[in-house]
T-cell receptor
């Protein structure tokens, strides 16, 4: 089975600081990659996704992620965080040969101090 | 916003009770999923379905069962709840490019 590792379990930043959340996956084949966000009291929602093409993908709310195939990584970035970015962020992967199953990391809780 | 619904949102129940967690989606998706989510842990897939009358167990062993009699409905049942079942249960449906999640049911078994 595939696995997804998120190295930072809890990140605390001040507003306007830059953000980078790490994500590594274990599968060696072709994958689709996702970042989901869960705001307090809300359901998980898609932030951005990568299927193919430009390895730098842009999502909603100024987030972006870079796929580095050689490092099996898909790190999430934002140049300047806002208090409203306080949420839990989950990295996920599914294999091209089996779109049906998604594998999630353990999540990173981001607290942005105003 | 995705149209996927879960009821109840919160449930506190005693040991030994039978419970059913409801999940419905209005998007017509064939694929549906149940995940278990505990704080600081990955979402663990416990059941999935590729369509009506198709259900499979996920990677995490679970004492729950599911059924898929209608495309839009994917309920999860625990015949006899135990404290170890205390968790958050997330329902999702998907197309190949994305999963859509419901708000979750937070279950506490006392």
């Amino acid at each position: 089975a595939q696995s997804v590792s998120q190295h930072n379990h809890h990140v605390i930043l001040s507003e306007a600081a830059s953000l980078e959340l790490g994500c590594n996956y274990s599968y060696g084949g072709t994958v689709n990659l996702f970042w989901y966000v869960q705001y307090p009291g809300q359901h998980l929602q898609l932030l951005l996704k990568y299927f193919s093409g430009d390895p730098l993908v842009k999502g909603i709310k100024g987030f972006e992620a870079e796929f580095i195939k050689s490092k099996f990584s898909f790190n999430l970035r934002k140049p300047s965080v806002q208090w409203s970015d306080t949420a839990e962020y989950f990295c996920a992967v599914n294999a091209r040969y089996n779109f049906n199953k998604f594998y999630f990391g353990s999540g990173t809780k981001l607290n942005v101090k105003p | 916003e995705a149209d996927i619904y879960q009821t109840p949102r919160y449930l506190v129940i005693g040991t030994g009770k039978k419970i059913t967690l409801e999940c419905s989606q209005t998007m017509g998706h064939d694929k549906m999923y149940w995940y278990q989510q505990d704080p600081g842990m990955e979402l663990h897939l416990i059941h999935y379905s590729y369509g009506v009358n198709s259900t499979e167990k996920g990677d995490l062993s679970s004492e729950s069962t599911v059924s898929r009699i209608r495309t839009e409905h994917f309920p999860l049942t625990l015949e006899s709840a135990r404290p170890s079942h205390t968790s958050q249960y997330l329902c999702a449906s998907s197309v190949p490019s994305e999963q859509y999640f419901g708000p979750g049911t937070r279950l506490t078994v006392t």
